[in-house]
């Protein structure tokens, strides 16, 4: 059943979480988004699980297809109705595929310190040993209750607080053992290129570890 964007802010709101499948993107826009970070991947990168670039904003990418979906009902309405506000909008591409530096925040069950909505595409196949999404179902709730204790302005005044972001706690089990929440509680989402979900990043989620020889390419809707 194909929901409507009001019913898609609805289900986030309730779960967290929306996997809206595989069939929404044209094989033209997938091709263009993997393009597009294929030849940014050429540049170099300080990622230490791969290649990374925020290009910044939409306006970016004017007169692409990358600028013609942040401008479809789809992203524009789901973001202002879930906010009940205008909005802004990054654009991410990372290409992931080294498996040897140990763990970054972004893979231990964590709530990101900043509250975004995201959109969140896999450019190519991504099965289990491909370093998948996982998230815990429903947890967002109590995610945003932790985040909101002591939190300063990151967004609207950044460098000021930056000290205060770097540290504040968002790891479920190294920050919050006594809530007993653990990576093995989180599900994985899997599934072909051009699979796409969203997910509010209170969600307690994590990027499964990629397998020696495999890949993930992803493009990501950052909205605030």
């Known amino acids: ?26 094989k033209e826009q997938k091709d263009f988004f993997l393009l597009s970070l294929d030849q940014l991947s050429k ?3 300080d990622y230490k699980f791969g290649k990374a670039y925020n290009t910044g904003g939409v306006h970016n990418w004017v007169g692409t297809p990358i600028a013609e979906f942040c401008g479809s009902p789809l992203i524009t309405e789901v ?39 995201k959109f969140f595409i896999y ?17 967002h709730t109590l995610g945003r209750q932790l985040r909101e204790q002591g939190s300063l302005s990151y967004e609207n005044d950044f460098i000021k607080n930056k000290r205060d972001y770097d540290e504040k706690k968002n ?16 599900i994985p989402i899997t599934g072909k290129a051009g699979t796409m979900f969203i ?15 495999k ?3 992803v493009m990501r809707l950052h909205i605030r």
């Open 79 to 117: 973001a202002y109705n879930y906010f009940d506000r205008q909005s802004t909008c990054e654009v991410f591409l990372t290409h992931e595929y080294k498996n040897d530096e140990g763990l970054e925040r972004n893979g231990f069950l964590h709530f990101d310190r900043i509250h975004t909505l």
């Open 43 to 45: 540049k170099d990168s």
């Open 171 to 186: 790891r479920l089990e190294e920050d919050f053992p006594e809530l007993g929440y653990t990576a093995s509680d989180a």
């Open 1 to 26: 059943m194909v929901l409507s964007n009001q019913e898609i802010v609805e289900a986030v709101k309730r779960d967290g979480i929306y996997v809206l499948g595989d069939d929404l993107l044209s």
């Open 215 to 217: 890949e993930r390419k």
């Open 199 to 213: 997910f509010d990043t209170d969600l307690f989620h994590f990027g499964g570890k990629i397998a020696s020889g």
């Open 123 to 139: 450019l190519t196949d991504c099965d289990e040993d491909c370093g998948p999404f996982h998230y815990v179902p429903g947890s």
